[in-house]
């Protein structure tokens, strides 16, 4: 079981956490301008690296904040811990690829094209 | 009763045995005395017991191995009746007075087995026999394994509920110790010293380790006094040291990220029965910021063959039974050995008063110390000599040895028969890295030794003594200590820099590594040279496993099941290594290890449930009004943790004949709905209604002051999430509605964006949920009701439209008034504070007498709300519809961003023929489709058919007299009126396509 | 009780919360009653929310309440029979007197009107168990992850967690050891059986 380092309540056991998924994923600001592939990047592409990820925690049983983790998913050695809004550590570059701020479609594919059914 | 025949002198070997408390157990039905202190292998062996079992696969018999967990063989069925426990180890099971125990893995008996038939039948069961035996045609191992797994019979489960009680715990420390022998004392009393929180845990009853068992220790000096009293003021000062937490009889079995362990403790385990509120065992869940490894090392026993019969065991075992119990595994004991531990375990046996028939060492120039001192004690070294056989039915009785050749890979010259009722093998020491390796810890071979030791970890530990293959007292000690305080410092402390506690360094001569050792014949011919005596491997297994193929150390161990099993290959997995290493010509470490996983002994199911037992498994949820539907004899319902009536039946009436009586009543006169668990979340802020325009997929800024309005989220990819009501208290206040099981999921997702996407809203979110208790009345009279029992508000349709909120005093209570409807009838939700709750509900259930007011529960509320075409999020969607499945496009915003918006025009979203939200009509009215049942346009003999959807919601509707359903169905919109098919497994049932709205279609109810 | 028709989600359990008094659910003690336990019946609870940065924020609700709100993570203040406990960095939950919640609510109110803050009453939501005794500490160890030891955790400190499977809001109240558990109501059921089965061993007396 991991303790995470709860940026107010200190290191706290795991189970009292939500895992969120990868960090630094915006929101684009008007989703109506993006093609159906840069929705889709921003709607389901995630990074999946070997080594350090960047990721979102919320302490569930405890104070209920989100913030973010930087955590190797081999060692499950935690890095770094921030809220949200702060800038992550400079210190090493995380595996993580890519930041949806841009939507640039990370993947070529198109959901649109997948088989009937395939998305329900 | 027999006397303890193999009971040493007390004089020369006293032990930690009380000899003035006996105790009387009983083993396979005969009686027996041992003594307080003993465990039930070490009474047995007193008895001069060894057969304690037979083999899993050729049922031969087998006797004890080890002293400690490691024991393969001597697995016992303990107690009896509803205490009994199968596959207890009897090196671990301490004695107590009435003790009970058997045998296992034989039938009839140990000593007449009919299943070592299969043991002159071995033959045929080589290496993954039952995977070619047994799996082909597949159906036929459906057959077989009920039989081979009855033959195999590791032991019974208790038919009935344990009588005992199991606890858990946390708990916190800065160093946790595990193993209490030199090593880890020395590092407790280091990191004790320090002020440091210090939890120490040894798997045995008492501490000390192989002080208290190995030769090393008797005689020994530490701090210029016997060991055993350094010991002993060692645990004293811990003891008295109230940030140290001693753990005896507790096994660390399973080391997790960042230092999450888990302990299990046997509480009392060695006693009959534990006492009032005892609990039998108990499971700690420790988290430390440093841990000390100090759990030593587990001999090898030599892979010679017919190195199985009883009698045959680890020398430093047999030494331990002589020292620690006071009992003689046998009145002649041979040693066979490939180093010097061993001999120490001779002198100490020899000195002790027991036989000594000789010493063979697989090293041509055995010299040293100890083999001198054996000499002198005139005991026979046969040094670069090796047993080649053993001789006995049901204990070894004579050994057979023969010269080895130089390189070890054969016998020459005579043969020697060596007479013996023992013997005592010893193939070095494996370090104990379990734990470490469970902990990621990195292992390396070290080829000198044989062993594997631990390299490197990311874990916050250190690693001292045996298990860091630290092998002289004086080397372990000064480990321990040096760990110990590195782990204060770590921790935060200062340790002082004192000297280590003292000991003499030995140094012994190098082992002789033979992994197996030769005998006359080809090997697998004559006898066997078991690897794994606990799932009867032997090396010849090995070989033809990986002849066949299976030569990655993964499937070798599954291929042939060494080191599986309840020891997990404490003993012979290193062996297996070893022997495919040769085999395959490569290096043991570049063969590694198959992985280590907890627990490092079995742990009962009792110990991990704990008291999550019976009423206290999971919390039962109850609203304030529970109280009253128990009285009225409510059925209920688990929604979630919630308990919910589901009906209130009266005497004689089942589901149904309640359902349509409630159902009826809500739409003739009036019904009342515990709908307290609904979840209710109380949003204030400049920006609030900017957060629900954002949330929901309708518009919310325009909304009216003390009105209400229905909202649909969806999730970013376009599917309905929750849905609810939502009324505005003030400009910048709203109280929020969710679905009961939504309720803290919804709060999370609102505090979720507001936290994370649009920290520059003013909005704040609390749940209120449970602040307000709430009754729903429903039917014609409820406007009448309220009247009645009075509110202070104007209740004229027009002062209090549908859709509106007024406060006000009902029954004198203070409350908010909702007019909202989940019937389609005339209908007021009642909020008030919870503790009033009883109260609301007793006064509308008295001032309801005259309108015939009928409490309804969950089934009828669904009827209602499926009559009037009102979906359930979770059961007529399910992570895949969209509000413009759902045919409600009404609800979604053209105008403006909402979380998912985006998402309903992907291509795939925006699909003209996705399943849609439709009506069915049974052609016979009577029959009630199954939800989940599948829907298909065309229908064939048989399947596969092309499924069009599935019904998700279907009731019989009292008030329409006859069935109703709601489905999702493919281009259901397109479809209405048309039929389609629902095929069952016994029938087809033909359904008609409708509007899913089944009563007052115009909602002209609602107004009462 | 002054209003009969009021009932705290432990009437049918705690003895101080039953109108008999009578044991309820309580087992007879073997030990020495090394726990005390007793539901805090119907203690008003606000929770307050604002931006704890805001200097006119915690000025005025310094005004209403005549103390300093627990800036700190995860601790507690008050004065006399009010509390407020700490429960994120926007967070707060005021604990007053029984029936004291409304007039505390509104002087709240007054005083931050205008300002971007709300104050919601959740007196009913929750509950409050107050453990108390030599083995208070060790009953709470066997469901609560949170490490209580006396170096780490003390007075005035508290903490948002589990016990068993019901979430806590612990707030230690003195070295005795007394420990506030405040536990929304439809869990208190399950939470009170708990620890009275947890400390069923020490010996449990009903408190008050």
Redesign the interface.
């Known amino acids: 079981m991991l303790l995470i380092d709860c940026p107010w309540c200190g290191p706290r056991d795991e189970n009292e956490f939500q895992y969120g998924g990868e960090a630094h994923i915006a929101r684009p600001k008007d989703p109506a301008l993006l093609s159906d592939a840069q929705w889709a990047d921003y709607l389901f592409m995630r990074g999946n690296p070997k080594g350090r990820h960047r990721e979102r925690w919320m302490h569930r049983s405890g104070c209920r904040r989100w913030f973010n983790v930087e955590r190797d998913t081999v060692s499950h050695a935690i890095t770094a811990v921030y809220r949200m809004g702060e800038a992550p550590p400079a210190t090493a570059k995380p595996a993580a690829t890519g930041d949806a701020t841009s939507a640039e479609p990370r993947s070529s594919g198109d959901p649109g094209q997948w088989p009937a059914g395939g998305a329900e | 009763m027999s006397e303890q025949s193999h009971r040493l002198d007390a004089a020369a070997a006293p032990g930690r045995i009380d000899r003035g408390h006996p105790l009387r157990f009983v083993f396979n039905g005969r009686g027996y005395e041992g003594f307080a202190g003993d465990t039930l292998a070490s009474a047995l062996i007193a008895n001069g017991v060894h057969l304690v079992g037979r083999s899993f696969k050729y049922h031969r018999p087998r006797g004890i191995v080890g002293s400690g967990s490691e024991e393969p063989n001597a697995l016992v069925q303990l107690r009896t009746g509803e205490r009994t426990e199968p596959n207890v180890r009897a090196t671990q099971a301490e004695l107590f007075d009435g003790l009970i125990a058997s045998s296992q893995n034989c039938w009839p008996s140990v000593g007449f087995d009919l299943g070592a038939i299969n043991d002159m039948a071995s033959r045929i069961l080589p290496a993954g026999f039952y995977y070619k035996t047994f799996m082909w045609p597949p159906s036929a191992w459906m057959f077989y394994e009920g039989l081979i797994r009855r033959a195999a019979g590791l032991g019974r489960a208790p038919d009935d509920p344990d009588p005992d009680r199991y606890?858990?715990?946390?708990?916190?420390c800065d160093v946790l110790v595990v193993g209490a022998g030199p090593a880890g004392l020395a590092a407790a009393l280091a990191a004790a010293r320090a002020g440091a929180?210090v939890v120490l845990c040894d798997e045995q009853a008492e501490m000390g380790g192989q002080l208290l068992a190995h030769p090393r220790g008797v005689g020994a000096v530490i701090d210029g006094r016997p060991a055993l009293d350094w010991a002993s003021a060692a645990l004293g000062e811990l003891a008295s040291n109230k940030d140290v937490t001693l753990l005896p009889r507790t096994t660390c079995f399973g080391y997790?990220?960042?230092?999450?362990l888990a302990l299990a403790e046997r509480v009392a385990d060695h006693v009959a029965k534990p006492r009032?509120?005892?609990p039998r065992q108990r499971l700690w869940?420790l988290?430390a910021r440093r841990v000390v490894l100090a759990t030593g090392a587990i001999e090898r026993p030599l892979v010679f063959r017919d190195n199985d019969r009883p009698g045959i065991m680890l020398a430093g075992s047999a030494a331990a039974y002589g020292m620690r119990y006071g009992a003689a595994v046998g009145r002649r004991v041979l040693v066979f050995t490939n180093n010097d531990s061993a001999y120490r375990a001779a002198l100490a046996l020899f000195d002790a008063g027991v036989g000594i028939a000789g010493i063979v060492d697989l090293r041509p120039a055995a010299s040293g110390k100890p083999v001198e001192d054996a000499r002198a004690r005139g005991i026979e070294v046969l040094a670069g000599w090796a047993l080649t056989a053993t001789d006995g039915p049901s204990k070894v009785r004579a050994a057979l040895a023969m010269q080895l050749d130089e390189a070890g890979a054969g016998v020459q010259g005579p043969i020697r028969r060596i007479e013996c009722d023992a013997i005592a093998m010893s193939g070095g020491w494996n370090p104990a890295v379990h734990l470490y390796s469970q902990a990621?810890g990195k292992l390396r071979y070290d080829g000198a030794q044989g062993i594997f030791l631990p390299g490197r970890t990311?874990q916050a530990l250190a690693v001292a003594g045996s298990c860091n293959g630290a092998w002289s007292l004086g080397a372990c000690l000064a480990e321990g200590a040096a760990a110990g305080a590195a782990a204060a410092e770590a921790a935060g402390f200062t340790a002082a820099s004192a000297p280590a506690p003292a000991a003499a360094e030995e140094n012994d001569s190098p082992a002789r590594l033979l992994w197996v050792v030769p005998s006359d014949r080809p090997l697998g011919e004559g006898g066997k040279h078991f690897v794994d005596f606990q799932n009867d491997v032997t090396a010849a297994d090995i070989g033809l496993a990986v002849r066949e193929g299976y030569k990655s150390v993964e499937h070798l161990k599954r291929y042939t099941t060494s080191g599986m099993g309840t020891d997990q290959g404490k003993l012979g997995n290193v062996h297996a290594l070893g022997i495919l290493a040769e085999v395959t010509a490569a290096e043991p470490g570049a063969v590694g290890t198959t992985t280590f996983r907890p627990p490092y002994t079995p742990v009962g199911f009792g110990t991990l449930a704990g008291?999550?037992v019976g009423?206290?498994a999971?919390?039962?949820?109850?609203?304030?009004m529970h109280?009253w539907h128990v009285a009225a004899g409510a059925v209920f319902e688990d929604v979630g943790?919630?308990k919910r009536p589901h009906y209130y039946p009266r005497p004689g009436e089942s589901l149904h004949d309640a359902v349509n009586r409630e159902v009826k009543a809500a739409r003739t006169g009036v019904g009342i709905l515990d709908a307290s668990t609904l979840g209710k979340i109380?949003i204030?802020?400049?920006d609030a209604a900017e957060f629900l325009n954002r949330i929901y997929t309708n518009a919310w800024t325009k909304l009216e002051i003390g009105r209400a309005r229905y909202g649909f989220m969806c999730r970013?990819?376009g599917m309905v999430f929750d849905d609810g009501v939502t009324t505005r208290l003030a400009a910048g206040h709203f109280h929020m509605t969710t679905t009961t099981g939504g309720a803290a999921r919804v709060l999370?997702w609102l505090?979720?964006w507001a936290?994370?996407?649009w920290?520059e809203l003013?909005v704040?979110m609390?749940?209120?949920?449970?602040?307000?208790?709430v009754a729903a009345i429903a039917g014609p009279h409820a406007r009448a009701l309220l009247a009645k029992v009075g509110t202070g508000i104007d209740l004229d349709a027009k002062a209090f439209p549908f859709m509106a909120m007024r406060e006000g005093n009902v029954a004198g209570?203070p409350a908010r008034v909702f007019r909202i409807s989940f019937t389609g009838e005339l209908s007021y939700e009642i909020n008030v504070?919870?503790?009033?709750?009883?109260?609301l509900w007793q006064a509308l259930m008295a001032a309801g007498a005259e309108f015939g007011i009928t409490p309804y529960g969950t089934e009828a509320m669904h009827v209602l709300r499926a009559e009037k075409g009102f979906v359930i999020v979770g059961q007529d969607t399910d992570g895949?519809v969209t509000p413009i499945d759902l045919g409600m496009d009404w609800i979604v915003s053209k105008a403006k961003?909402f979380i998912g918006?985006?998402?309903l025009s992907?291509?795939?979203?925006a699909?003209g023929d996705?399943?849609q939200l439709v009506g069915l009509l049974t052609d016979d009215p009577r029959v009630v489709l199954p939800e989940g049942g599948q829907i298909v346009a065309e229908l064939k003999p048989e399947p596969p058919m092309a499924m069009l959807g599935h019904v998700t919601s279907s009731y019989f509707s009292a008030n329409l007299d006859r069935s109703i359903a709601l489905a999702l169905v493919r281009n259901g919109r397109q479809r209405i009126g048309a039929a389609l098919h629902v095929p069952l497994a016994d029938r087809n049932i033909r359904v008609k396509v409708v509007e899913p709205k089944f009563i007052d279609p115009e909602g002209r109810r609602q107004d009462g | 009780m002054a209003d009969p028709s009021a009932l705290s989600p432990l009437a049918g359990r705690s003895p101080s919360s039953r109108a008999d008094g009578a044991a309820g659910a309580l087992p007879p003690g073997v030990g020495q009653g090394g726990v005390v336990m007793a539901e805090r019946a119907l203690v008003g609870k606000l929770v307050l929310r604002g931006d704890a940065d805001d200097a006119g924020f915690r000025d005025a609700v310094r005004g209403a309440l005549g103390f300093d709100l627990p800036l700190a993570a995860n601790t507690a203040s008050g004065a006399e029979s009010t509390t407020a406990l700490w429960l994120g960095p926007n967070e707060w939950l005021v604990a007053t007197a029984p029936g004291a919640e409304t007039a505390a609510a509104v002087s709240l109110k007054v005083a931050l009107s205008g300002r971007h803050a709300s104050v919601t009453d959740v007196s009913d939501s929750r509950t409050v168990i107050r453990l108390s005794g030599a083995n208070a500490r060790d009953v709470l160890a066997k469901g609560c992850p949170i490490d209580l030891h006396p170096r780490v955790f003390g007075p005035g400190r508290v903490a948002q967690s589990l016990v068993a499977r019901a979430g806590v809001i612990l707030h230690q109240v003195d070295e005795s050891p007394t420990f506030d558990l405040y536990v929304v109501a439809s869990f208190a059921g399950y939470l009170w059986d708990w620890l009275v089965d947890a400390a069923a061993e020490f010996g449990v007396a009903a408190g008050r």
């Not at chain 2, 999971?618 to 304030?624: E, H």
């Not at chain 2, 609390?766 to 208790?773: D, F, G, H, M």
């Open positions: 606890e858990k715990r946390f708990a916190h929180r997790y990220d960042h230092n999450a009032q509120f005892q869940k988290r990621r990311e008291r999550d009423a206290l999971d919390p039962v949820r109850t609203t304030a109280g943790q919630w109380d204030q802020g400049p970013e990819d999370s505090e979720e936290q994370t996407e920290p003013r704040y609390t749940s209120v949920t449970e602040q307000w208790a209570i504070p919870a503790r009033y709750g009883m109260a895949t961003d918006k985006r998402s992907r291509a795939d979203t699909r996705r399943k």
